[in-house]
Nanobody, 125 residues
Framework: QVQLVESGGGMVQPGGSLRLSCAAS????????MSWVRQAPGKGPEWVSA????????YYADSVKGRFTITRDNAKNTLYLQMNNLKPEDTALYHC??????????????????WGQGTQVTVSS
């Protein structure tokens, strides 16, 4: 069965950095787009970033562009999210998701079918 297990979250001060990881199993990881989606307390899910199977095409929400970097290692079945210059508004539960979405005219339209339990990121002084 499909499993997605996130790790790497924690508490950090504003301006700090964290690197999230997601270990995938139960499907052919290298054949799927993958994304990170976050959910802050009291808010709905927010798509953060996506990456194509080969890793050469990436997409970001405007709120994280220039600060976050998504990468993947298909040999290790692992997805990553490097988060720099973190802000209090980045505080959320971060989920790794398997995508069924697609890119159209440079914009990524997320539609995921599996997600992990998430890893908590808290940005606070």
């Amino acid at each position: 069965q499909v499993q997605l297990v996130e790790s790497g979250g924690g508490m950090v001060q504003p301006g700090g950095s964290l690197r999230l990881s997601c270990a995938a199993s139960g499907f052919t990881f290298g054949s799927y787009d993958m994304s990170w989606v976050r959910q802050a307390p009291g808010k709905g899910p927010e798509w953060v970033s996506a990456i194509k199977p080969g890793g050469g095409r990436t997409y970001y929400a405007d709120s994280v562009k220039g600060r976050f970097t998504i990468t993947r290692d298909n040999a290790k079945n692992t997805l990553y999210l490097q988060m720099n210059n973190l802000k209090p508004e980045d505080t959320a539960l971060y989920h790794c998701v398997r995508e069924r979405g697609r890119e159209y005219s440079g914009t990524y339209y997320s539609e995921y079918d599996y997600w992990g339990q998430g890893t908590q990121v808290t940005v606070s002084s």
